[in-house]
């Protein structure tokens, strides 16, 4: 698979910079690879600035998901150094947990989790649809797939209501983030039915229970393993999986 073109929100960190490393790492790695965070002067984008000194295709960029003004200045940033060609992959990546029950989840928690899991996804796909849509035009004869055009949002299978009973442990019971990503996953069905006639692809994905600092370090997957599984996964994205929840491993997540 070659992408000529990516952006990864919420990529100074776990899943989202072990997403550009592998994407670095693929030969040949895309043209332009776009990697987004809150705070790219932090201490937390160290390793991503160290990266990008080593990589001159990286370009690390500042965004919010959840400040319009953000996002507006990084695609302005992206269009220039895209100079008039479209942006193929859009990585929806960011996003945050919070560890709250049943009996002490608020409105104010809820909220906060819903502006950046659903509202920032919601944002960032809208602001940065024309260049997908520029260039979806310019392979318009292609048949759906990541090197065309495509939105992949990072969702959880604990969005999953058929798996609920499945997944649900009343110790972590996690019930602003499962809601989220529920409502995640209903927002790329409806991208996927919407941006279908404009060339752009729309798929969720479950990167696994991986070993960071929302999933723990009892989790199962190592941070390669989900990120190689992903791009695997992106690999074989056809107009079959639009609109549908895939697991890192290519397994295919009822709603």
């Given at each position: 698979?070659?992408?000529?073109?990516?952006?990864?929100?919420g990529?100074?960190?776990?899943?989202?910079?072990?997403?550009?490393?592998?994407?670095?790492?693929?030969?040949?790695?895309?043209?332009?690879?776009?990697?987004?965070?809150?705070?790219?002067?932090?201490?937390?984008?160290?390793e991503?600035?160290?990266?990008?000194?080593?990589?001159?295709?990286?370009?690390?960029?500042?965004?919010?998901?959840?400040?319009?003004?953000?996002?507006?200045?990084?695609?302005?940033?992206?269009?220039?150094?895209?100079?008039?060609?479209?942006?193929?992959?859009?990585?929806?990546?960011?996003?945050?947990m919070?560890?709250?029950?049943?009996?002490?989840?608020?409105?104010?928690?809820?909220?906060?989790?819903?502006?950046?899991?659903?509202?920032?996804?919601?944002?960032?796909?809208?602001?940065?649809?024309?260049?997908?849509?520029?260039?979806a035009?310019?392979?318009?004869?292609?048949?759906?797939?990541?090197k065309?055009?495509?939105?992949?949002?990072?969702?959880?299978?604990?969005?999953?209501?058929?798996?609920?009973?499945?997944?649900?442990?009343?110790?972590?019971?996690?019930?602003?983030?499962?809601?989220s990503?529920?409502?995640?996953?209903?927002?790329?069905?409806?991208?996927?039915?919407?941006?279908r006639?404009?060339?752009?692809l729309?798929t969720?994905?479950?990167?696994?229970?991986?070993?960071?600092?929302?999933?723990?370090?009892?989790?199962?997957?190592?941070?390669?393993?989900?990120?190689?599984?992903?791009?695997?996964?992106?690999?074989?994205?056809?107009?079959?999986?639009?609109?549908?929840?895939?697991?890192?491993?290519?397994?295919?997540?009822?709603?």
């Amino acid at each position: 698979m070659t992408i000529r073109s990516v952006l990864v929100t919420g990529s100074n960190r776990g899943i989202g910079l072990e997403i550009i490393k592998t994407f670095l790492n693929r030969s040949p790695p895309p043209e332009k690879l776009f990697a987004t965070c809150r705070d790219p002067d932090g201490p937390r984008s160290e390793e991503l600035k160290n990266l990008a000194s080593k990589h001159n295709n990286l370009v690390i960029l500042q965004l919010d998901a959840t400040n319009p003004d953000s996002i507006k200045k990084a695609v302005k940033n992206v269009e220039e150094h895209l100079e008039g060609a479209g942006l193929n992959l859009l990585l929806n990546n960011a996003g945050i947990m919070s560890h709250v029950n049943l009996d002490n989840v608020d409105s104010e928690d809820m909220i906060n989790v819903f502006k950046t899991n659903v509202v920032g996804p919601m944002q960032v796909s809208q602001a940065f649809y024309p260049l997908l849509k520029e260039s979806a035009d310019a392979r318009s004869q292609e048949p759906l797939s990541c090197k065309k055009a495509a939105v992949v949002n990072i969702s959880s299978v604990l969005g999953s209501i058929e798996r609920t009973s499945v997944t649900y442990d009343p110790a972590k019971q996690v019930v602003s983030y499962r809601i989220s990503k529920a409502a995640l996953n209903m927002l790329t069905k409806c991208q996927a039915e919407g941006y279908r006639t404009d060339g752009i692809l729309c798929t969720a994905v479950h990167p696994g229970w991986v070993k960071t600092d929302m999933g723990t370090e009892g989790a199962l997957l190592t941070t390669e393993q989900s990120a190689n599984g992903i791009l695997k996964v992106l690999g074989s994205l056809t107009e079959k999986e639009n609109g549908i929840l895939m697991a890192w491993d290519g397994k295919v997540i009822p709603w």
